[in-house]
């Protein structure tokens, strides 16, 4: 069982590959683009705990040499910091021009290793292993890579599509199950952006994929890739369509900030929160009809996820004071806030025009909910 996506960008095309025992065939799989048998791994150190040696068995049965340096893992580690280490560490490798970089782990090591490749005399090569549902499914795909700074998250970064991507679905077997879920925010968000018979589907096996089913879960990553890859094929650097991609994030960015960037809310359960505020406010403009977020929050609710503000543990931010927050997205067009809304389940669309009034009533609302739960 293995499927293959193609990212088609003229000369920065590349192929997602997804199955099972990836890791085991990764010298195989990696080998055509090597100049030299000797790669470098960048992987953060609950992943190389579990998954480093499978790698470097992997590559050593084609011959090829692994040096590897680990990270803290964790939100904290996407830094200046890190990014100094990271390159620091690859240029005592002496990695060359035509060498090829790994980022072994989850969007933390993914967006950090793809930046400092992209950086690294002038930009190496690299290689995605994503580990995490929400890298395979969309940190590792599109080429968008960066750290966190003071003023904010994803503020320094650059585009660097990677030569490769192993999605191998093997590992999803030892992620903890709030970061399977958190995962699963980004997969159900391609349901709801743009392909009602995968929101059904998801709705029919998200059950069989949370408790292990291969066959579910490489079908669901698969097509996510592959939305992924079509709309990243249309529009790589985000002037249009990539837009799409950002359905709950403008909310999610909001309620990331207000928690501090913590445990409280990872950020594919704040996209899942913001894709059911994303459907009520889209109700409430009178884009849909009100089943939808009613179907959306159903569906979540049965995944097990966080669905509502009231999920949220502690204190939040009155409405305003949200709508500042999102404000400062680097999203924001010209003093406008951008809203990803939809017509209907799979029928997202990118607007300007959304009246605050409306965006305060569906927030103070959700606020109204938690008060009235707590
Ligand atoms: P992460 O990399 O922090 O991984 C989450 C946790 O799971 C970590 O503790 C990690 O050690 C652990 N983990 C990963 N794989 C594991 C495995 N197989 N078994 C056991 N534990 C494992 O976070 P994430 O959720 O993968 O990614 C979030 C990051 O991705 C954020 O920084 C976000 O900004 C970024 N992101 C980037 C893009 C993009 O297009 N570049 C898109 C979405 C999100």
Not at 100 to 124: H, K, M, N, T
Not at 217 to 243: C, F, H, N, P, W
Not at 248 to 272: I, K, P, Q
Request: charged content about 25%; proline content about 3%.
């Amino acid at each position: 069982m293995q499927e293959k996506v193609h990212v088609s960008l003229g000369e920065r095309s590349y192929d997602v590959i997804i199955g099972p025992g990836l890791m085991a065939r990764a010298g195989e799989l990696i080998s055509p683009l090597l100049p030299r048998p000797r790669v470098v791994v960048v992987s953060d150190e609950t992943v190389a705990a579990l998954h480093l040696e499978t790698l470097r068995a992997g590559l050593a049965s084609s011959g090829i040499a692994m040096e590897a340096m680990t990270l803290p893992a964790g939100e904290a580690t996407k830094s200046w910091e890190s990014l100094t280490r990271t390159c620091d560490w690859l240029l005592d490798q002496k990695v060359e021009r035509r060498d090829i970089v790994v980022a072994l782990g989850g969007g933390v090591i993914g967006d950090l290793v793809g930046f400092a490749a992209a950086v690294l005399r002038r930009g190496v090569r690299f290689v995605q292993i994503p580990t995490s549902l929400l890298a395979q499914v969309d940190s590792s795909v599109g080429g968008k890579t960066g750290i966190n700074v003071r003023q904010g998250k994803n503020l320094i970064g650059a585009f660097h599509q990677p030569a490769l991507v192993l999605a191998d679905t093997d590992v999803l077997a030892t992620l903890a199950e709030r970061d399977f879920l958190a995962g699963y925010g980004e997969v159900v968000k391609y349901g709801l952006l743009g392909d009602a018979a995968f929101f059904d589907w998801l709705d029919e096996n998200g059950p069989a994929l949370k408790s292990g089913d291969m066959a579910a879960r490489i079908t669901a990553v698969t097509k996510s890739v592959q939305m992924k890859a079509d709309i990243v094929a249309r529009d790589e650097t985000e002037q249009g369509d990539r837009a799409l991609l950002n359905l709950g994030h403008t909310f999610c960015h909001a309620l990331e900030a207000a928690t501090g960037y913590s445990n409280r809310l990872l950020h594919g359960e704040g996209v899942a929160i913001g894709c059911a505020l994303a459907f009520e406010l889209s109700a409430r403009l009178g884009l849909c009809s009100q089943e939808e977020p009613s179907r959306v929050r159903e569906h979540l609710k049965r995944m097990g996820m966080k669905t509502d503000l009231s999920d949220i543990p502690g204190d939040l931010p009155d409405s305003d004071a949200l709508i500042e927050l999102m404000a400062q997205d680097k999203k924001v067009l010209d003093g406008k806030l951008r809203f990803i809304l939809a017509r209907g389940i799979g029928q997202a669309f990118v607007t300007s025009d959304v009246p605050r009034d409306a965006l305060g009533d569906v927030l103070q609302a959700a606020l109204k909910e938690k008060a009235r739960q707590s």
